[in-house]
């Protein structure tokens, strides 16, 4: 018989997680490098390589893998209709925003972000332990939905309409066409840019800053709850993140691109800005 559903916080802390691990039905899902995994993580992790929640081939090695592959994913790490998973990384949440935007995508709800992720578990003095987890497989099914998910075409029909808006996740020089990072250089017209780390807090261990200050920002720029939003990066690996925070500052209608900048930038008939 299943233990019954976790209710957690879209954002945990880790004074918050600690005296859950082991818990029935809690999946702590690491998303760190790996050499960081087997020196130190959260004790009963399961590791989760990040390449494995993208297709990995160009010009768009950010989209999904195929349904089958995702499905041997989650099941190797044990995930279940009734598992709560709580994601972190080492970087701030890029990697671990991907996950939850997949878990989106393949219509599982039940997840938690660790604020600051191992960064702020470490700051804390929080138990850790090396080595390698092996979880328990599950045989878990994954459907992919539209859920969360924008895509090339997409953007094209609504580039005139003002309800709609892109969050550009990357650096300033490749919005502007500085850095070469495809066959053509720039954004996406009408595309503001709102750069990833910028919602992170680098003096309180990389945790998400506070959601007011978020808001006002993002606000000033277009960016507003009433919008349907799509954001992006060269990857969607950063846009996982900013992904997070846009359902962190509760954005109804928020998706992801993960096309993102690889496919864009290389398909010749797409339309580029760069002022």
């Known amino acids: 018989m299943s233990q019954s559903r976790l209710d957690l916080p879209l954002v945990i802390e880790p004074a918050q997680l600690e005296p859950l ?14 050499e960081q995994y087997a020196t130190a993580h959260i004790p009963g992790a399961v590791f989760l390589p990040f390449t494995q929640l993208s297709r990995g081939v160009p010009p768009g090695p ?7 592959l995702m499905s041997r994913v989650m099941s190797s790490i044990g995930l279940t209709p009734n ?10 949440g890029g990697w671990a925003g991907r996950l939850i935007w997949t878990l989106d995508v393949i219509g599982h709800p039940h997840y ?17 332990e090396g080595g390698i987890a092996m979880p328990a497989p599950s045989q878990y099914s994954a459907h992919y939905t539209s859920t969360g998910i ?3 075409d997409d953007i094209l029909a609504r580039l005139k309409d003002p309800n709609f808006v892109v969050w550009d996740a990357r650096s300033r020089d490749e919005y502007f066409g500085n850095r070469v990072s495809a066959q053509k250089n720039g954004h996406i017209p009408g595309a503001v840019n709102y750069e990833w780390t910028r919602a992170m807090d680098p ?13 006002q920002e993002l606000a000033s720029l277009g960016i507003t709850a009433d919008k349907t939003i799509v954001t992006h990066c060269q990857t969607h690996h950063r846009s996982g993140f900013t992904y997070l925070v846009g359902k962190v500052l509760g954005f109804p209608n928020i ?21």
């Open 21 to 34: 691990l082991g818990t029935p039905n809690l999946l702590v899902v690491d998303l760190c490098r790996p």
């Open 62 to 68: 950010g989209k999904l893998p195929a349904e089958n």
């Open 83 to 92: 598992t709560h998973v709580v994601a972190y990384d080492d970087e701030g």
């Open 112 to 128: 938690s972000y660790l604020n600051g992720g191992l960064h702020a578990w470490i700051a804390e003095r929080r138990k850790l």
């Open 150 to 152: 924008t895509t090339k």
């Open 203 to 215: 003096h309180n261990h990389l945790r998400i800053r506070d959601p007011e200050k978020l808001r």
């Open 255 to 275: 998706s992801a691109y993960p096309g993102s900048w690889s496919e864009w930038g290389n398909d010749p008939t797409t339309p580029v800005e760069t002022h």
